[in-house]
């Protein structure tokens, strides 16, 4: 289990249309040594064959964005109207894809309350940004997590801790005496493959137990999942979203 | 091997450059796997990557067998759509072959996030037209030549594609060979010796799968 990098709160990053279009270039003029003439059929085994990447020249990026408020805001990129809406029943966006180091513009709105978003993505990192409440105003908070547990036969499991009233947060599976995840910061995330199964987990605050207990339902193994520790009207509460990217 | 090991099964078989010369894979693998009893369609496309086969991408060369004919193409060779190629075929099982497309040998950082990408794309969409698939490995090069293949590389994409093609089976096939065993052509590209015991491999390896069994009619 690991414990990965952030950058809290003030820069920040956003998608949604624009960011669809940032799809990775990866495999573009890349096949410059192709021989003239290959004769088909015709080749030996010492025939050369065109030469090509046995690889991207930079490793994928993505980008999501996440509603950490208890009402329903909208998410716009910059230069253009498109408008995704994140709620209660869909309150994340999937991974969008994005070139690395691109300029990532855009805006949460909520009412009459905005947070500009401006980031970047590094090469094989898959950041989140999330709307958070901050009093009558909107904020939001970009984690950055590098994964290298990519595996068909687990579930990935995420915590991420975006409550400044939740200090050493842990997941405890509901029923057992056992913790998915112990002392995590605020403002972290973590992750640990667990095997799929079906389990309720309940969110500590300290060695507080804290609002409502969590289903996370039917785990699939090699999906990817993040369960969300965000600040309630008094207190903080969790969710969980599966970290699909867009296909 | 006993003839008729892999009697009545439809293949699907998909690969990049090793599948797409005549002297390399291509014939000795269909003929090994249709010798046994299977029902062969296969194609190559050189310098294809998993993510290659959700579409349709232009590549430098490729071939195409089926019923025993053999068009190898130049640089009007394309991969097609997975979904495409289950659709038309009808296959009861998909052989991949692929690895050394996305090991990124001449780089030092292996990119993880854009591999796990293309191979679980791949493999959820074949998984979702409910066709059983195997995955065959990468096999050992020679260290060097122009795609900078190296041991330990090749070994770091096998261990990586073992732990992310689920649903399909995966066949290592660093385990036919010693490094450097098998003489190449250019590093990464096998003489027809290398490419007889890789085929030879891939086809007893196939016909020991249980689940391959269970599609025997």
């Keep these: 289990m690991t414990q990965a990098a952030i950058s809290p709160g003030a820069s920040q990053r956003v998608a949604t249309g624009r960011v669809k279009k940032m799809t990775q270039a990866f495999r573009s003029a890349h096949f410059a040594f192709c021989l003239a003439g290959l004769m088909l059929g015709t080749l030996s085994n010492a025939a050369d064959i065109p030469l090509y990447p046995t690889g991207p020249s930079a490793d994928s990026s993505f980008v999501r964005f996440i509603n950490g408020t208890d009402a329903a805001l909208e998410l716009t990129a910059a230069g253009s109207k498109a408008k995704v809406q994140l709620d209660a029943k869909t309150p994340t966006t999937v991974f969008y894809p994005v070139r690395a180091k691109s300029d990532i513009k855009g805006q949460f709105t909520q009412a009459q309350s905005k947070s500009d978003i401006s980031t970047s993505v590094k090469a094989g990192e898959f950041v989140s940004v999330i709307a958070l409440a901050d009093g009558t105003k909107l904020k939001h908070l970009t984690i950055g997590e590098e994964p290298d547990d990519f595996n068909a036969l687990k579930v990935s499991l995420a915590f991420y801790n975006a409550s400044a009233k939740c200090a050493n947060a842990g997941l405890q599976v509901v029923g057992r005496d056992v913790m998915l995840f112990e002392k995590l910061d605020v403002n972290a995330l973590t992750r640990r493959m667990i095997n799929p199964v079906k389990i309720s987990v309940q969110l500590l605050c300290g060695a507080q137990v804290t609002g409502a207990p969590l289903e996370l339902g039917e785990l699939v193994a090699g999906e990817r999942y993040s369960v969300f520790a965000v600040p309630a009207a008094s207190t903080t509460r969790i969710f969980i979203v599966s970290d699909a990217v867009a296909r | ?217």
């Design chain 2, 1 to 217: 091997m006993a003839a008729g090991t892999l009697a009545g099964i439809a293949m699907l078989v998909l690969g990049e450059s090793h599948l797409s010369l005549p002297g390399y894979l291509m014939n000795p693998l269909y003929e090994d796997l249709t010798t046994q009893g299977a029902t062969v369609h296969a194609i190559g496309a050189c310098g294809a990557t998993a993510g290659d086969w959700l579409k349709t991408v232009e590549v430098p060369c490729g071939a195409d067998r089926f019923k025993g004919d053999t068009v190898f193409k130049g640089r009007a060779a394309t991969t097609s759509p997975i979904k495409e190629l289950i659709a038309k075929d009808k296959p009861n099982l998909v052989v991949i072959i692929l690895g050394d497309t996305m090991a990124s040998y001449d780089n030092e950082s292996f990119p993880r996030a854009w591999a796990w990408q293309g191979i679980t794309g791949l493999t959820k969409e074949i998984a979702a037209m409910q066709t059983p698939c195997v995955w065959v490995g990468p096999a050992w090069g020679t260290p060097g030549g122009k795609y900078f293949k190296n041991d330990k590389r090749v070994e770091f994409m096998a261990g990586f594609l073992e732990k992310n093609v689920a649903p399909c089976v995966f066949i290592d096939s660093l385990k036919f060979s010693k490094p450097g065993q098998w003489a190449t052509v250019d590093g990464q590209h096998f003489n027809q010796a290398g490419y007889q015991a890789w085929s030879a491999n891939i086809t007893k390896a196939l016909a020991a799968l249980p689940m391959v069994q269970g599609l025997k009619k």
